[in-house]
């Protein structure tokens, strides 16, 4: 059973029968970590695992043109951005009264084309590691403010000695299985078995992505994959 770190190279190692062997024993770690790579950018096999459990929310001053993305430039947060689910402006009033206003998304061009022409901020883009909003945001004077909130599909941890298992691998251990046993192969050379891994890998990881987006939208529960 595979229910953390340890357990996870136990089996990739059994899986490739090689588990006796201390200079292959050595590259386990590497494969995950390349597997995990691919899980959140889906640069190689081009499906990027989105998940339920990389779904979060950030909330920040809207006091720019351009704002940074959650993880980027000087902000703390830990989860680094892929993916923007929606965007709500927060404006709060000197009494503390609370609006929340959803914005629209337009792509570059559009977002340029756009004569949005509230005075608050009404649509927003993606620009590299910022997210920009039209109009240009006025700031308050305090105690009002400006502030948005950003849902958004992100990075998960990563396992290590130390962080030895995530709400990844505890609701989808065969995605880190199948992705581990595929980033072997440079290693391995060419397995028969790779064809499996990769349609078992796939078809997972499309599971996972399909339950978070039924789920976000409301269409059934969410639970643990059969």
Known sequence: MITDYASLQN????????????????????FIQLAE???????????????????????????????????AGPDPYARRFFE???VTM?????????TEVPLAYKDLPEFLRDSARD?????????????RFKPVPEVPEEPAKLEFEISFYGSFDVLSDTTTTNPILTMYPQIYLWGSLLQAEGYIGNDP???LWLKSYLGAVKTANDMAEEGRRGVRAVGVPQ
Do not use: C, H
Request: hydrophobic share 40%.
């Open 11 to 30: 089996a990739v190692a059994s899986w490739l029968k090689r588990d006796t062997r201390a200079d292959f024993l050595a590259q386990v770690p590497t």
């Open 37 to 71: 790579a691919e899980m959140m950018t889906g640069q190689s096999r081009g499906v990027p695992l989105r998940a339920r459990e990389m779904q979060y929310r950030a909330r920040s001053l809207m006091n720019e043109e351009y704002e940074w993305l959650p993880g």
């Open 84 to 86: 923007v689910l929606w």
């Open 90 to 98: 927060i404006k709060t009033d000197n009494a503390g009264n609370v």
């Open 119 to 131: 005075k608050d901020p009404e649509i927003y883009t993606i620009q590299g590691e910022q997210i």
């Open 193 to 195: 078995r790779i064809p």
